[in-house]
């Protein structure tokens, strides 16, 4: 399985300002995604990260607020712009695995507090 | 998306005793299965997956059974550890590689 790194792990922040995630893994990955975890709650997908191209982004979400860069095939930022409260959650990101099944493997996340 | 639910939110379990959690799924177009474990500050650690041409796959201490007339997903855990207490999703590839993922079942294995 890959490995994944988040930077950062966690962050406190204030309204109105923006974050930037970045996801790191250690091979190349075809395809990577961002997905939301309110507190106390089930992950949400929030958009695929396209290698070289524009990200696609699921229902109720767009890019204005969570734009997305995939410059190459291990690393990808999630920004997180113009954050409120409701924004507070972690957001993880994961790849695909190379093995026979789509197995997905997931970034430890980041842990978004907006004050 | 349509849904993807669990039976029960919570599970109490003592050690050494066998777990089950449930999960019902409503699309019918789903061919491919995930069991996830996450646990307190950490991010999901898949556990065992299925394609929806099989009925049972087993792991290390974990079987996953898959029944797709009733559309119900199954995560058996063997003798169940401390080490297995934490947050169970199950969750179905509904479009492309995406997950939809469901609510999630808190194990907690008590001494």
């Known amino acids: 399985s890959a490995v994944i790194s988040q930077k950062p792990s966690r962050d406190i922040c204030q309204r109105g300002t923006s974050l930037t995630i970045q996801c790191q893994v250690d091979s190349q990955v075809t395809m990577m995604f961002w997905y939301r975890q309110q507190p106390g709650q089930s992950l949400t997908l929030i958009a695929t990260a396209n290698q070289g191209s524009e990200a696609t982004y699921e229902s109720g979400f767009v890019i204005d607020k969570f734009p997305i860069s995939r410059p190459n095939l291990t690393f990808s930022t999630l920004t997180v712009s113009n954050m409120s409260p409701e924004d507070s959650s972690i957001y993880l990101c994961?790849?695909?695995?190379?093995?026979?099944?789509?197995?997905?493997?997931f970034g430890p996340g980041t842990r978004l507090t907006v004050l | 998306g349509e849904s993807v639910g669990l039976h029960l939110p919570t599970l109490s379990v003592q050690e050494g005793d066998n777990s089950i959690i449930n999960c019902a799924y409503s699309?019918?177009?789903?061919?491919?299965f995930i069991w996830y474990k996450q646990e307190s500050g950490k991010g999901p650690q898949f556990i065992i997956d299925?394609?929806?041409?099989?009925d049972k796959r087993q792991g290390q201490r974990v079987t996953v059974l898959l029944n797709k007339t009733v559309k119900h997903l199954s995560l058996q855990i063997a003798a169940t550890q401390p080490g297995d207490s934490a947050v169970y999703f199950c969750?179905?590839?509904?479009?492309?590689?995406?997950?939809?993922f469901g609510k999630g079942t808190s194990l907690l294995v008590t001494p």
């Open positions: 699309n019918s177009a789903s061919d491919y």
């Open positions: 299925i394609r929806s041409n099989m």
């Open positions: 969750a179905e590839n509904y479009s492309g590689y995406a997950l939809n």
């Open positions: 994961s790849v695909l695995g190379t093995g026979i099944l789509d197995e997905q493997f």
